[in-house]
């Protein structure tokens, strides 16, 4: 079913940047790299909130919490996804999940997370 190793997090002030990375493994038809992943993060007593996906035909998508501030992309050689993001902020700060959906266009479906990786902001 493959893997999902998320690196990166760590705590910056606010205005920083950080990239996260996610090593994704495996293979069915395709490598899981190419198919539909997306960025999450979730903060104690909140919901799950979407930070942004990226699909098979690079087709993006954002929160609008951090759209201007974040850019997620892949490197299939690396078969790894990134998240960068500038100018963090203090609501920012959470657990930052990547996640693999379905080989082509993304659903709200993400059977397959990894573990995740923290992200502090402090003022």
């Known amino acids: 079913q493959g893997q999902l190793v998320e690196s990166g997090g760590g705590s910056v002030q606010t205005g920083g940047s950080l990239t996260l990375s996610c090593e994704v493994s495996g293979s069915s038809e395709y490598t899981y790299i190419r198919y539909c992943l997306g960025w999450f993060r979730q903060t104690p007593g909140k919901e799950r909130e979407t930070v942004a996906t990226i699909d098979t035909f690079d087709k993006t998508v954002y929160a609008d919490s951090v759209k201007g501030r974040a850019t997620i992309y892949k490197d299939i050689a690396k078969n790894t996804l990134y998240l960068e993001m500038n100018n963090l902020k203090p609501e920012d700060t959470a657990m930052y999940y990547c996640?693999?959906?379905?080989?082509?266009?993304?659903?709200?479906?993400?059977?397959?997370w990894g573990q995740g990786t923290q992200v502090t902001v402090s003022s």
């Open positions: 996640a693999r959906g379905q080989w082509g266009y993304c659903s709200e479906t993400f059977p397959h």
